[in-house]
């Protein structure tokens, strides 16, 4: 049935290109708030394209509640296949870092430019296009086949809790949003602040955000000259800034705290040591420290499938009420509340009381489960590429927002990983490749 899908494939290619190309041109960065749309005017805009774009394609397609999503479908039957991507972006960040115009696409060495073109649009679409070749083929689905595009993935999920609410689920699905081969074990991801009253008179703010590393914080208190010697003595970077002493970290991703340095932590460990304290200051420096895993707190934490509890301080607030804003990365077969308890009784010493902020549920899929067999079968036979296994992984995509769920592609293994950096870039024929194996992948989960 599917040997005339190469020639299907190959006519696709030029369409890819050109329909990813026409949606990274659309800045699809959240404004939220913005006229009278859930997400802003340009996400607004992503949706209604790649709604244009699916429907003259032949698929049938729905603009979901007030733009929150949208979704494709093609094929007939009781069961659903779901395939979830997302079209709103991350900001560009400093322009002067990239090379081009990052909503401009440019194409260079066999490689396209542009934010988006691999977080997410150009996997989404690979993944239409594919399900186009095979409508081209003539072949027929036995389950419907949904592409369900959301606009909120890169902040509150808001856009796939909506469709939850209000659309049919999928029976099983992927999300083309991560690498190949494909993603069974995401672990459990829980943001949260610390919070009690600030009694202590220290005033003190730093960090951007809960999943990033802080890699710089400011001093500028009146115990400049003690902090620098304590800073010296524990062989913490620094340098003197005109208005206080910024502590040096090292920026990495929540995902991986290990392989950064906090700021904010080593900047409380050593005001703790001269005798500045404060309930926040004093948990990082006692409970905390530079320990990205927290053992202090939890212990050992780890499973087989998915690793280590990982954990890191990204901001900190102390004005009137002290805060910290916290990432956790928990192991998929930990219970959560048995995480949540521990750091309960640990702020609870230090008057500190615990706010949930997020809370993304993990996914693990057994390696025997079908979807998992499925899907390794397909890229295993389609990529040559027989070494690679199956993932754990500390980021979260759409594909714990279904059951029977895996992030599945379409990074190759070897390619290098350029989302939310500048001069993001997608090498096509590796796309293009990507095409290939999500048209067999569903194919074979729709016969
Ligand atoms: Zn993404």
Redesign the pocket.
């Known amino acids: 049935m599917l040997e005339k899908i190469d020639s299907h494939l190959a006519s696709q290619q030029a369409p890819l290109k050109a329909a990813v190309v026409e949606l990274v041109r659309i800045p699809s960065v959240c404004r939220e708030g913005e006229g009278r749309y859930p997400f802003g005017e340009a996400i607004d805009q992503a949706l209604c394209k790649a709604l244009r774009i699916a429907g003259d394609l032949g698929f049938t397609t729905k603009y979901g509640d007030q733009g929150y999503y949208g979704f494709a479908e093609t094929g007939e039957g009781e069961k659903m296949l779901g395939i979830l991507g997302?079209l709103d972006v991350v900001p560009p960040g400093k322009l002067d870092d990239w090379k081009h115009d990052p909503f401009d696409p440019f194409e260079k060495e066999g490689m396209l430019y542009g934010r988006g073109t691999q977080?997410?649009k150009g996997p989404l679409l690979a993944a239409l296009f594919a399900a186009k070749a095979l409508m081209d083929a003539g072949v027929k689905f036995n389950k419907r086949v949904r592409f369900i595009f959301g606009t909120d993935?890169e902040t509150l999920w808001r856009c796939i809790e909506r469709y939850k609410e209000k659309e049919e689920l999928p029976d099983m699905g992927f999300s083309p949003?991560s690498r190949f081969p494909l993603t069974y074990a995401e672990k459990g991801l829980l943001q949260l602040h610390l919070e009690g009253r600030n009694e202590s008179g220290v005033k003190l703010t730093g960090g951007s955000a809960f999943n990033a590393v802080p890699d710089t914080m400011l001093y500028a208190g009146e115990r400049q000259a003690d902090l620098v010697h304590k800073l010296d003595e524990l062989g913490f970077a620094y340098i003197r800034q005109e208005n206080g002493i910024e502590i040096l970290g090292k920026a990495a991703h929540a995902m991986f705290p290990e392989q950064g340095i906090n700021a904010i932590a080593r900047l409380c460990i050593a005001l703790c040591a001269i005798g500045i304290q404060s309930r926040a200051i004093n948990f990082i420096a006692r409970e905390i420290g530079e320990d990205p895993y927290a053992t202090r707190i939890f212990g050992e934490c780890a499973d087989e499938p998915s690793g280590k509890l990982k954990l890191n301080v990204g901001k900190i607030d102390l004005g009137e009420v002290e805060r910290l804003s916290i990432d956790m990365r928990l192991p998929v077969t930990v219970p959560k509340e048995s995480i949540v308890a521990k750091l309960k009784i640990s702020a609870a010493q230090f008057a500190l009381e615990y706010k949930e902020f997020d809370w993304l549920a993990p996914i693990y899929l057994p390696l025997d489960h079908f979807m998992v067999k499925t899907l390794m079968q397909v890229y295993r036979q389609h990529s040559g590429d027989d070494r690679s296994e199956p993932r754990a992984s500390g980021g979260a995509t759409y594909a714990r927002a279904i059951d029977n769920c895996v992030a599945f592609g379409a990074l190759t293994p070897d390619e290098p990983v350029t989302?939310h950096q500048p001069n993001e870039r997608t090498v096509l024929e590796n796309l293009y490749k990507a095409m290939e194996i999500y048209a067999h992948a569903i194919y074979e989960l729709t016969q």
């Open positions: 997302h977080d997410d993935e949003d989302e």
